[in-house]
């Protein structure tokens, strides 16, 4: 098979760590006798730097026309304290999703035996935790009309959804739970918003086509506690984008694993992968980030394209790095810590 | 002094609790000779089954009317997954702060030291937390512009802020963090959210006049993992109403005290004092419920009135509570808990 990727490495400690999952797709690929063609394309705060726009046209059409897009991170903080920047590398992300239509965004949370001392939480409350959570992410208030008053003393956000929207969602966020546990927890807020009702009403009237799944609802600030008290208990939730972006946020550091956690951003065009922790600018170019999440999403991109062996090796591949102690600093238990470059050609190796 | 108080007793555990904190208020007033005239009103389910308003006009008066108002909990699940019903417990909660003015929503987290192993999180990561979150309370997306399209295919929520409404609580928050360790926290969304970014650029004007406070920005969904990664390093938080609903809810599960943490909403008019937990139809009417939340509030209520050695009294009663185990079930170590009215009588006679 012929694999077309686009990569976008991004900002901060992107590009590292995305090498270090090209790394392991091209060893993947020898093994199993593909062929990979990367593109690589500009996004994010490289971006604006280069040409101006976080999201430029060119790399527009670079992912429209490849399988998948591996990514990395972006963001600089030279833009987060500055209310006034005409624009913002986040701003390239979300016109990335509208564009490529990425509704959904998948979170699996997964624990690993071996790094579990690392979790906030207490040992029984976190071991065993598995569930996924599916954020919508090109409606709501991210992109719903905003702005500020005249004499700049008033500013507005504009929150909205379709029942359109809704069902496709729900209609995924159905099959992963079809696929794994059977259970479905939507989190909204219908005791106060009007989108969430519209959100419950949809779910509720999706409920009999599903009757093996056994659905429940729950108030977002319930979820915000109730994941860190019982997070075993959950096996998909699903949820709107801005709720979504906090409860998976909240989701993604109870195991102690945040730089190990993959995602997929599927797509009407073409999905994305990438690792769920940012572009922790102070790490970039030390050669000291964690490459495993990027990894990891790398084999939901392989997945994705149904390479499932493929996908496997990968993961067989972090699990026995992990075992062995092959790792970055951040969670490096005792002896000496590897490089991310050193992570990345182990895996390659291995594979 | 004569103390006028409203009791809003509300649904569920809401009148039981609401009467243990009467007993210690009872108590605290024989003992520094005040006189205490309690004005009870109807809010909640409870008020729309008996009036048809969860927030009726007699009620408002009677809370305009008194010096504080005390609140036990409102809420019942037969109106929870009715998406249509017209009338919900929770409106008479929305109309009750706006008419009341009630702006600011403060809830500070403490940890108790007898009751640190009830923590999801590991001791060392919650031992010696302390912090306090102030929620704005009367703005953003909750009183916004919301409703439904013709065709009902389409809802939408509105989120607006206005310089006032920021400064207003803002000022409150520096005040808190003045008396405090002088740090304070701003939550937003400032990356993508036109009104956080008012809320940021807002903050940051007035940092000029409060140079000995720290003050940092927190995008929202980094706040929801750094709250559980490291609690100990917050000290005060202010954020808009709907980010501050799921922060403080999730703030209050990581000490493991939730049955114990208090809260006030600060008003133009008058304020009110209420457990954070909520109405616990399960266990309502089986005088099972913990009652120091609301004990709590009354201390807080006290304190709103400067009659700080009574709030002390209040506390120091509650402190000797939990060091001899006189206790409810859920917080209970060996031996047999009490019940709601055993506790508030033992704590009344300790007074
Ligand atoms: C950068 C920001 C716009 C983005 C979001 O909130 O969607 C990020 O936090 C994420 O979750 O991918
Ligand atoms: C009941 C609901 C409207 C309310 C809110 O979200 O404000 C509650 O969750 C709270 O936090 O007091």
Redesign the interface.
């Known amino acids: 098979m012929k694999l077309n990727i686009a990569v976008l490495a991004g900002d901060g400690i992107g590009p590292e760590i995305v090498a270090q999952a090209q790394k392991v797709i091209d060893a993947v690929s020898v093994k199993f006798g593909h062929e990979v063609e990367y593109t690589n394309a500009l996004v994010g705060a490289t971006a604006i730097d280069q040409v101006g726009d976080p999201y430029p046209e060119e790399t527009h059409d670079i992912c429209m026309k490849a399988d998948a897009v591996l990514f990395g991170a972006i963001?600089d903080p030279k833009?987060?304290?500055d209310?006034?920047a005409k624009v913002?590398p986040?701003q390239g992300l979300?016109a990335m999703r509208k564009k490529l239509g990425l509704y959904a965004n998948i979170r699996p949370v997964t624990t690993f035996p071996s790094l579990l001392d690392k979790?906030?939480?207490?040992l029984d409350?976190v071991e065993g935790s598995d569930f996924v959570v599916v954020r919508e992410l090109t409606g709501g208030?991210?992109f719903?009309e905003?702005?500020?008053s005249e004499d700049?003393?008033?500013?507005?956000?504009?929150?909205?959804?379709?029942?359109?929207e809704i069902e496709r969602i729900l209609k995924l966020a159905f099959s992963y739970a079809e696929k794994r546990n059977k259970r479905l927890t939507v989190v909204d807020?219908?005791?106060?918003?009007?989108?969430s009702?519209?959100w419950?009403?949809t779910a509720?009237a999706m409920e009999g086509d599903h009757k093996d799944i056994e659905v429940d609802?729950m108030f977002?600030?319930?979820a915000?506690?109730q994941l860190?008290?019982w997070p075993k208990k959950f096996d998909v939730m699903v949820t709107e984008n801005?709720?979504g972006?906090?409860?998976s946020?909240?989701a993604?550091?109870?195991t102690g694993s945040?730089g190990l956690l993959p995602s997929a951003s599927v797509g009407i065009h073409t999905s994305v992968f990438e690792p769920i922790h940012g572009s922790y600018p102070q790490a970039a170019g030390k050669d000291i980030a964690n490459p495993i999440a990027t990894v990891l999403s790398a084999a939901m991109l392989l997945e994705s394209l149904d390479l499932l062996d493929e996908a496997q090796a990968v993961r067989d591949a972090v699990n026995k790095s992990l075992e062995e102690g092959v790792v970055t600093e951040d969670i490096a238990r005792d002896g000496k810590p590897c490089k991310t470059s050193e992570v990345g050609d182990w895996l390659a190796d291995f594979i």
């Open positions: 963001g833009f987060d304290n209310p006034k913002r986040e979300l979790s906030p939480l207490r409350i208030i991210y719903g905003k702005g500020r700049l003393k008033k500013a507005f956000d504009t929150c909205t959804y379709t029942t359109e807020k219908a005791n106060v918003l009007a989108t009702r519209l419950r009403e509720q609802y977002v600030d319930n915000a506690m860190i008290q801005m709720f972006d906090i409860i946020d909240e993604s550091v109870i945040l």
